[in-house]
């Protein structure tokens, strides 16, 4: 089932997600919609609380379902290691038609656990590396723009708001 994706503004997005602690068929089919949710949008990355569920879960997909077998889902992801630097335009569901160049470390590694509550341990590179790290980012209630400089994320939130006024966002 595809689910509606919040957009920059709604208060849920700057919130810190609570640790899941029951792993059950609720969080199964959470996930299992939110992955269907971004597949479709398309994106390569999406947080619960994106969907309204103030839940520490990801998905992610850095192929955007171009190759079998990428989707990673993690409950209760941490970021244990970083290593290097990239600086890329980056871009997020909740806020449409955006982008910005966003410093990231190049590698990371990121535990957490599976939807059955296995532990799980993901290294990322490069496009990965930089999903992994907004999507977290989401868990925490911070969003690509607050990593820009303050002039572009002004300019940003000026045509956002302007956006809402003219009832398009
Ligand atoms: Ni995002």
Redo the contacts with the bound molecule.
């Keep these: 089932m595809m689910l509606p994706i919040l957009k920059y503004g709604n208060p849920i997005l700057q919130k810190v997600c609570e640790p899941v602690t029951v792993f059950d068929k609720t969080l199964e089919t959470l996930a299992k919609n939110m992955a269907e949710t971004m597949y479709a949008a398309p994106g390569v990355g999406l ?1 619960a609380p ?1 969907v309204g569920v103030l839940k520490r879960l990801i998905v992610v997909d850095a192929t955007a379902g171009e190759k079998q077998g990428e989707l990673i889902t993690l409950v209760n992801p941490e970021i244990i290691n970083k290593e290097g630097e990239q600086y890329e335009e980056e871009g ?3 806020i449409p038609n955006f982008t910005g160049k966003v410093r990231r470390p190049y590698r990371v590694i990121v535990t957490g656990k599976d939807l059955q509550g296995r532990e799980k341990i993901v290294e990322g590179e490069a496009l990965l590396s930089r999903v992994l790290s ?1 999507e977290i980012d ?1 868990l925490n209630g911070v969003l ?1 723009i607050d990593h820009l400089g303050p002039i572009k994320r002004d300019i940003i939130k000026r045509k956002i708001r302007k956006k809402v006024r003219a009832g398009e966002w």
Excluded: I, N
């Design positions: 947080a994106q997020c569901l909740s907004h989401h690509f």
